[in-house]
């Protein structure tokens, strides 16, 4: 293995990412990416205002925050495996993604060392993105008193986590590997982790928890599952970057020693639908493009599989994971490409069009949630929260696919979708802080939703203008 290949290879997907993520759709305007960025300082300089408050309030002693930071690290592994999910589920599509290193004299270990290191990245920028106000809270309150801490009970924890989940990643996909279940073998590991994950996070980390605040309260030190923070204070910030390097370098050479052909995975179409084909109409092939899709049938196995969790544990409202299957929708515009430049070629409007992918995507979302539907009405005895699900289904389509116009994501790009999906969170979040601001009631909040909606039905159309254009014109 030739660790400069490694890097060359490294450096080339930071730059794709910088390229197809910074001068994508909106983004690509100036205005915009320093209007991203106003939104991402001003709420991170609101969280930390009130977090230093909250610590000037309450005369909070640097030993009682050290025992708020040790009790954090307990966010910092849910984090951590939020971004795990949230990067695999994404780099589902890493096949097509990695196709520009199919010509450079690189290994498939290289490659999928390489993966690996850009995946830790993203997942360390999602903590640390979360995690910013409270550093930048306790840095300017008590400066570097903290700077130790801070590394092992973020940082080096959120690593070694990260190449924990990836060895089990990889375990279980030799398993789906040796069974036959080499097309569903992500999701597979997927859901099995999740379900790991959940167990883990109801009986373990509680009494986690209780062991930080019992070692706090009995005055014994940090307590041991913190191996690094005890390293550190036994024999100093060395010893313990020296273990974490050590154990690290273990489970990363595991896992790229363990046989994995992820690389070379495809997205393909599953030979369904066909039905539906015999008598085929615009509309009809716009929803056989979603259905045919392996992507929709691994989302699928996710929501049903989540369904059956929220059914065990008796979690009220549990038919909304079905919502999953609009992620699909950041896909919506560039899957339906052929078929739009089969219709150009004839007769074209933007606004049909528009209205063909969000009326294909509402009716076979609609059709893949009857199971579900049928099940919820058979346990709980109502049949009024279907029209609730489906006033849901169209609102995430809409934003859905107004994000995969804004940012289209050419050759399945997996950084477009995280870039609108971060870009729809934030606007949930404006949503939300307008709605708790104004303190609008429950009308208020419907019309101001549809307002919303319509703003987003306006967006995506000029966007799709614009697409035209570049279309025609190119």
């Keep these: 293995m030739r660790y400069s290949k490694v890097c060359e290879i490294t ?59 040790d009790s954090y690290s307990c966010s910092v592994f849910m984090w951590t495996f939020v971004a795990f999910i949230f990067v695999k589920i994404l780099f589902m599509k890493k096949g097509s993604f990695l196709e520009f290193t199919d010509q450079m004299p690189v290994t ?22 979360f995690s910013l106000a409270l550093i930048i809270t306790l840095i300017a309150r008590d400066g570097s008193a ?27 996909g030799i398993f789906c590997n040796y069974m ?33 605040l019992y070692t706090y309260k009995d005055n014994t030190g940090t307590a041991s599952i913190l191996f690094y923070m005890v390293v550190t204070e036994k024999y100093g910030i060395l010893a313990s970057t020296v273990l974490f390097v050590v154990i690290n370098s273990i489970l990363g050479f595991l896992i790229v020693h363990i046989p994995n052909n992820d690389v070379n995975c ?11 084909m015999k008598k085929s109409t615009i509309l009809s092939a716009y929803v056989v493009s979603f259905l045919r899709k392996v992507d929709t049938i691994n989302y699928y196995f996710i929501a049903v599989f989540s369904y059956l969790i929220t059914i065990v544990m008796k979690i009220d409202k549990g038919y909304y994971v079905i919502l999953i299957l609009s992620l699909n929708s950041l896909y919506a515009y560039v899957e339906t490409e052929s078929l739009r430049n089969i219709i150009i070629q004839k007769k074209y409007s933007v606004v049909k069009d528009y209205c063909r992918i969000i009326m294909s995507q509402i009716i076979y979302i609609s059709v893949l949630a009857i199971p579900v539907c049928i099940v919820d009405i058979f346990l709980n005895k109502e049949i009024l929260f279907i029209v ?54 429950e009308k208020s909040i419907i019309v101001f939703m549809l307002l919303l909606s319509a703003a987003s039905v306006s967006i995506s159309i000029f966007g799709m203008n614009k697409l035209y254009g570049k279309l025609i014109h190119s």
């Design 11 to 69: 450096k080339i997907m930071f730059v794709f990412f910088q390229r197809n993520v910074l001068n994508v759709g909106l983004l690509n305007k100036k205005i915009f990416r320093l209007f991203i960025i106003g939104v991402v300082v001003l709420l991170t300089a609101f969280l930390s205002f009130e977090l230093y408050n909250f610590f000037e309030s309450t005369n909070s002693s640097q030993r009682q925050i050290g025992v708020i930071l």
């Design 108 to 129: 498939k270990q290289e490659k999928n060392i390489s993966i690996l290191i850009f995946e830790i990245c993203t997942a360390l920028s999602v903590v640390i993105i």
């Design 146 to 172: 903290f700077i130790t801490r801070i590394i092992c009970n973020i940082f080096f924890n959120c690593v070694t986590i990260y190449f924990v989940f990836e060895l089990l990643y990889s375990i279980f």
């Design 180 to 212: 036959g279940l080499e097309k569903v073998k992500n999701i597979i590991v997927i859901c099995i982790l999740s379900l790991l994950l959940v167990g883990f996070y109801l009986v373990i980390i509680p009494d986690v928890f209780l062991s930080i």
């Design 266 to 276: 495809t997205n393909k179409y599953a030979r369904t639908c066909r039905f539906i």
């Design 388 to 441: 609730d699900l489906f006033v849901a289904i169209i609102f995430s389509v809409v934003f859905f696919t107004m994000a995969g116009i804004l940012f289209p994501a050419k050759n399945e790009n997996p950084f477009s979708a995280m870039v609108g999906i971060m870009f729809i969170i934030m606007i949930g979040l404006i949503a939300v802080s307008v709605c708790f601001f104004l303190k609008l009631n």
